[in-house]
């Protein structure tokens, strides 16, 4: 059964920085390219940052240059590290394929407020 466990959530304040883990169990990591979604209150799930099997990644532009996709294959890890963070980045952050997408884990939360 495949398995993808989101966890590094939290409350920060303005500026401050998080580092999102998601492990994907009972699944071939390494051939499929990933991708870290969120959704804020009120709004659509959206992708902020996908990095492909061989290492490329792209960030939706709300969160370029202060957010960081990396891989760990020998792990089946893929990492969010957030900087600089605003209170607009408050959601439930999620991570999934970018194809033949997997059934959503339960996501962790981030809010950002003083």
């Known amino acids: 059964q495949v398995q993808l466990v989101e966890s590094g959530g939290g409350l920060v304040q303005p500026g401050g920085s998080l580092r999102l883990s998601c492990v994907v169990s009972?699944?071939?990591?390494?051939?499929?390219?990933m991708g870290w979604y969120r959704r804020a209150p009120g709004k659509q799930r959206e992708l902020v940052a996908r990095?492909?099997?061989?290492?490329?990644?792209n960030y939706a532009d709300s969160v370029k240059g202060r957010f960081t996709i990396s891989r760990d294959n020998a792990k089946n890890t893929v990492y969010l590290q957030m900087n600089s963070l605003k209170p607009e980045d408050t959601a439930v952050y999620y991570c999934?394929?970018?194809?033949?997408?997997?059934?959503w884990g339960q996501g962790t939360q981030v809010t950002v407020s003083s």
């Open positions: 990095i492909s099997s061989s290492g490329s990644t």
């Open positions: 009972g699944s071939i990591f390494r051939i499929y390219g």
């Open positions: 999934n394929r970018l194809s033949a997408i997997l059934a």
